[in-house]
């Protein structure tokens, strides 16, 4: 079977070697001009480790990252944690996404990545499906995947009208820095008032990622580093935190990555016959429960396991479609708890509740 997945990120490169196992031919379509990743670090938790397993590369993707232990703190530094959950709900492995992104981009074969390739639409027929590229000949498939993000062009032909739309208010600032002398352990995740949260976590031996984010954000002024440290003072009372705001005082303006976040509306449907939305393309929301890229991760396991008999396409299509949109009516419930805990405490319940979920309700495949 040839598989065209679109989109060289963590779901589409996840997605492609995942399938090769089940003995797909996979053609990768990105449109970038090199396969490269956005953003700074990755939380992995053991859902998400146990594909890479799978894969063979779980002790390489470990090899890469700081495992966390997590705890949430108030803006004076108590840390703070909900009772009742085994320690593993706050575990996980942040890694750095380039890195990652190398070592899958190696794992699904560069030979198989097409790179300055975009994609404009699709055709779907009976026994295949065309995928239309921008400046070549239609290329032929019997599987078509969306893993192109949150402006995914897939799902625009798929859903039209299905254009990801802001989070208002919701931002998020965040670089990567050498280690320096801060706490190695970290001081993930800080609740401040006016509804910003921050900190810092080491993302590999020798560095550390800090980020800062906030809901209801209001107008922005100045410079992204000013805008950062603005809100970083709301996680910073008493002194307690005056490493991450040297952390961004210290960042150069070009390091900085802000983001207005972004969410992909409910759509009325994920797959057809031959075609089927993954990652973020499909349910891409904000990042605040730090787990996006482990269910995407999620998404390409289930994804294999109903396309490994090699029976008929559609039906495991529509039985990944089916699991999927069940799981994540729960994650939007509890994305939507979270986001509006009200404090450090009812923050670490409502995570802790989100986490203990996610893991003792993942899928076997």
Do not use: C
């Not at 790179?115 to 699709?122: A, K």
């Not at 509890?334 to 986490?355: C, I, L, M, P, Q």
């Amino acid at each position: 079977m040839h598989t065209v997945i679109v989109g060289a990120g963590l779901v589409g490169l996840t997605t492609a070697a995942s399938l090769r196992l089940i003995g797909h031919e996979v053609t990768v379509l990105e449109h970038a001009p090199e396969v490269r990743a956005a953003g700074a670090g990755i939380g992995l938790w053991p859902n998400a480790l146990r594909e890479f397993d799978t894969l063979g590369i779980g002790d390489d993707v470990r090899g890469l990252g700081e495992p966390v232990d997590a705890w949430f703190y108030d803006p004076t530094g108590r840390p703070i944690r909900a009772s009742g959950y085994d320690a593993s709900t706050y575990q996980f492995l942040m890694v750095p996404r380039p890195e990652l992104t190398n070592l899958l981009a190696d794992t699904a074969g560069r030979d198989r990545i097409r790179l300055g390739t975009h994609v404009t639409g699709f055709t779907e027929h009976d026994t295949h499906v065309e995928v239309h590229l921008a400046d070549a000949a239609p290329l032929r498939a019997d599987l078509l995947i969306g893993a192109d993000g949150v402006y995914s062009d897939v799902r625009a032909a798929l859903v039209p009208g299905s254009a990801a739309v802001e989070h208002a208010g919701n931002y998020a600032w965040r670089a990567v820095l050498p280690a320096g002398d801060e706490r190695p352990e970290g001081t993930m995740v800080t609740i401040g008032p006016a509804r910003t949260r921050g900190g810092y976590t080491r993302v590999a031996h020798d560095r550390t990622m800090w980020w800062v984010g906030q809901f209801d954000a209001g107008e922005l002024v100045g410079s992204k580093r000013e805008r950062a440290l603005l809100r970083a003072r709301d996680v910073a009372a008493s002194g307690w935190h005056d490493e991450l705001l040297e952390m961004i005082a210290a960042t150069p303006e070009e390091s900085i990555l802000e983001n207005q976040i972004m969410r992909v509306p409910e759509l009325s449907r994920w797959t057809t016959d031959r075609v089927a939305l993954i990652g973020d393309a499909a349910h891409g929301l904000s990042p605040h429960i730090a787990a996006g890229g482990t269910l995407g991760i999620e998404d390409a396991a289930v994804l294999r396991a109903e396309l490994a008999d090699g029976s008929d396409v559609a039906k495991a299509l529509a039985r990944y479609e089916s699991a999927r949109r069940a799981r994540f009516e729960k994650v939007h419930e509890h994305s939507a708890a979270v986001e509006n805990a009200n404090g450090a405490a009812e923050s670490a319940e409502r995570y802790a509740a989100f986490s203990h979920w996610m893991l003792t309700t993942a899928p076997a495949t």
